[in-house]
């Protein structure tokens, strides 16, 4: 299985900090959602023109991909559709296959989308990325997170450069799917994988390191294993927004660990 994390989890980490430690651990890759005080990825001075060669020899010298730039872009908001076409310049200068996009900005789902806009927006997309290497995925997040509604909009589109980046964590904590009916609805649109654990502790969902959660985490990977996904099983240790969290090198082993023991 193919192992990386995102650098969500390690928000005060330098690049050369997290790729030693990727390397130092065995991960396979990493993927960006910033590097320390930026989030925005194509302002990212080590993904500019002028440094980004020196980037991707460091990261083929310590055999580490980066498989997917996780953009903070909101389909739902024209405003982010060009944000959205420097992430594809950046992913495609970088080699990186994916970008990650939204139709809701936090992971609880909202009332306030519009599928009209969102399917504009991601054409748009869509259609710029198509000759870049690149392919736009939609997370499985607010209200894309009841998947058969998500499915069905992939569908719609009958285009073979869009697809998904499945997070384990919010179909099975908001709608409560199983994963078996996740993965039979999202199929082989699946390209990405976000790996977290969590418990319920009254309404409220708290992130535990990946095993110490009732989550179905192996069970998931089994069945997506069955379904025939290969990619990257990315860990999204959420620690940028919960400094409460151990810290990034002691669930980023553990993940690893976990993985291992499958």
Known sequence: MKTCFSTLGCPEWSFSDIVSVASDLGYNGIEIRGIQNELYAPAIELFSPRHIEETKKTLERLSLKI????????????DDVEKAKAYVDTASALGTPYIRLLGDLNPAPSADISLKAIAANLEDIIEYAKDKNVMPLIETNGFFAKT????????????????????????????????????????????????????????????????????????????????????????????????????????FAQYIEFMESL
């Open 67 to 78: 498989p997917c730039l996780a953009s903070a872009c909101n389909l739902n908001d024209e």
């Open 148 to 251: 058969k509604s998500l499915g069905a909009l992939l569908k719609s589109f009958n285009h073979p450069n869009i697809g998904i980046l499945y997070d384990i964590n919010h179909p099975y904590r908001f709608f409560g799917e199983e994963p078996a009916y996740t993965i039979d609805n999202l199929g082989p649109f699946i390209k990405h994988v976000h790996i977290k654990d969590s418990v319920m502790e009254g309404k409220t969902i708290r992130y535990k390191m990946v095993g110490e959660g009732d989550l179905p985490v192996a069970e998931t990977i089994e069945l997506l294993k069955k379904a025939g996904y290969d990619g990257y099983y990315s860990l999204e240790w959420v620690k940028r927004w919960d400094l409460s969290l151990e810290e990034p090198g002691i669930a």
